[in-house]
T-cell receptor, first 116, second 115 residues
Framework: GESVGLHLPTLSVQEGDNSIINCAYS??????FIWYKQESGKGPQFIID?????DKRQGQRVTVLLNKTVKHLSLQIAATQPGDSAVYFC???????????????FGKGTKLSVKP | DSGVTQTPKHLITATGQRVTLRCSPR?????VYWYQQSLDQGLQFLIQ???????AKGNILERFSAQQFPDLHSELNLSSLELGDSALYFC??????????????FGNGTRLTVT
């Protein structure tokens, strides 16, 4: 889910559990989606991306699922670790910016808190 | 480490002033992007340069401008600063690999405080 300003949605999980972070995107014409992790004091760090011709993509401990019918994106983190605690952003490519892959529209973020 | 370097890390200045933020992209990346992150607006795309030329513009104010130099580093110039310009400014870069644009890699940002 998305939120505005200081009221980031927070997901709290126990270490070792799986985490699922959800994101609703806005533009049905977007064809590229990406997840970033941002730790305090740092820039967004690339996690995984997916193109609209796919509905699932797996990385190391992470899986991204794309449901174009309902414009929904999710990030699954397996065996969540304390080091996964951060704010997670989904982003979509907006064709309004000429379709360049780097001109991204970011969601407001979800804060993941991992309890040891 | 993303390989994208931004300086300075922190900048404090007064309203009406002008500042320059600097970015060095990852080695080999030709595209540089500037983003602004504020509490109320989140991460917003400002502008993109590719190999020295402006490629795309986003929500960039007329008081802001950028350029990319022959060595591919980029500068973001913010002038007539207002309190509302206080934010984190991120630079990101991307390149090409096997015919596709690589994902954006971000620097650690410059925190601008306008007093």
């Amino acid at each position: 889910g998305e939120s505005v300003g200081l009221h980031l949605p927070t997901l709290s999980v126990q270490e070792g559990d799986n985490s699922i972070i959800n994101c609703a995107y806005s533009n049905s014409a977007s064809d590229y989606f990406i997840w970033y992790k941002q730790e305090s004091g740092k820039g967004p760090q690339f996690i995984i991306d997916i193109r609209s011709n796919m509905d699932k993509r797996q990385g190391q401990r992470v899986t991204v699922l794309l449901n174009k019918t309902v414009k929904h994106l999710s990030l699954q983190i397996a065996a969540t670790q304390p080091g996964d605690s951060a704010v997670y952003f989904c982003a979509e490519n907006s064709v309004n910016y000429g379709g360049s892959q780097g001109n991204l529209i970011f969601g407001k973020g979800t804060k993941l808190s991992v309890k040891p | 480490d993303s390989g994208v370097t931004q300086t300075p890390k922190h900048l404090i200045t007064a309203t009406g002033q002008r500042v320059t933020l600097r970015c060095s992209p990852r080695s080999g990346d030709l595209s540089v992007y500037w983003y602004q992150q504020s509490l109320d607006q989140g991460l917003q795309f400002l502008i993109q340069y590719y190999n020295g030329e402006e490629r795309a513009k986003g929500n960039i104010l007329e008081r802001f401008s950028a350029q990319q130099f022959p060595d591919l580093h980029s500068e973001l110039n913010l002038s007539s600063l207002e309190l509302g310009d206080s934010a984190l400014y991120f630079c990101a870069s991307s390149g090409h690999h096997r015919g596709r644009t690589t994902p954006l890699h971000f620097g650690n940002g410059t925190r601008l405080t306008v007093t």
